[in-house]
């Protein structure tokens, strides 16, 4: 057991590292917070003062805020719901022997390691573009009079899938590290006592896989609440913007510095709101 020198020599130790993550942390939270309360335009940077709460009111009362708001709800939702339903689909695939698993198990992961902004332009440019894409050509062969026009016509799907493609190796790898970690004896149990597949599935494999599912849940949550380099790089920000987008547009276009940062606060809070309730949904499972 470690003396108390030993202990007080380690704080000491850890001291910088945590002083630095600390700065790191809430020195741009608190100017963060200073600018919100602040009223502060760079186009005209002389007349700044003490805002109130006022930055708050106006970006609440922003026409996109509603429907930004609705966005970051439903890019959210959707994409946690494909990536664990492909996720589990997967995981039970490559859990299965065939020949070359180990290369798919590689090739899978791939497109998490790939940054959005490169993703985002080969999806825009390669795949979904109507004239050049490939999914334009493959409705030509098949005898379309016109491709589609994903941006245009179904932008907050459009970025759905970007990002669906982007977060569904993570929910699967999860899931197959869990899934191998399954009892050998139950399969076997269950394989003499002649069970359905679906029997299966619903009685061992789901339960058995709930507390990794709700662990992708709250990380992915986490990092879809802060998505822009998919909404940004396909210009589909007006029809499609989340909350991280009304917050960049405040600052870029309306060169807003105090209701941009009302706005960051305001997501923050969000975040944490969610986070903390995931948190906790997290916690019962894995008592459970």
Do not use: C
Not at 74 to 80: M, P, T, Y
Not at 102 to 131: A, D, Y
């Amino acid at each position: 057991m470690a003396t108390k020198q030993a202990q007080a020599l380690g704080k000491w130790a850890l001291a910088p590292s945590v002083a630095v993550l600390a700065a790191w942390s809430f020195v741009p939270l608190a100017l963060t917070l200073y600018f919100a309360f602040l009223r502060y335009n760079l186009q005209d940077p002389d007349n700044t003062g003490w805002a109130g709460f006022s930055n708050f009111y106006y970006f609440f009362k922003d026409p996109y805020f509603l429907k930004d708001l609705a966005n970051t709800l439903l890019l959210v939702g959707g994409i946690i719901i494909t990536t664990v339903v492909g996720g589990v689909f997967l995981a039970l695939l490559l859990d299965q022997p065939f020949w070359g698993r180990g290369i798919v198990r590689l090739l899978m992961i791939s497109p998490f390691f790939i940054m959005p902004t490169v993703s985002s332009l080969v999806w825009k440019n390669l795949l979904m573009h109507p004239v050049f894409g490939l999914f334009a050509g493959i409705q030509k062969y098949f005898g379309a009079q016109e491709a589609i026009d994903w941006f245009g016509r179904y932008p907050l799907l459009s970025v759905g899938i970007i990002v669906s493609w982007q977060w569904l190796p993570y929910a699967a790898l999860i899931l197959l590290t869990a899934l191998q970690s399954l009892d050998e004896e139950q399969k076997d149990a269950a394989a003499m006592d002649g069970a359905p597949a679906i029997s299966f599935f619903r009685y061992i494999i789901l339960p058995h896989l709930s507390r990794p599912i709700t662990v992708v849940i709250l990380i992915e949550t986490i990092f879809l609440l802060n998505i822009f380099a998919e909404i940004k790089v396909t210009s589909v920000g007006g029809f499609a913007g989340n909350l991280t987008y009304l917050v960049f547009s405040q600052l870029n276009d309306a060169t807003d510095v105090g209701m941009a940062a009302a706005g960051g606060l305001v997501a923050v809070v969000l975040a944490n709101i969610v986070s903390v309730f995931l948190v906790r949904i997290v916690g019962k499972n894995l008592e459970a």
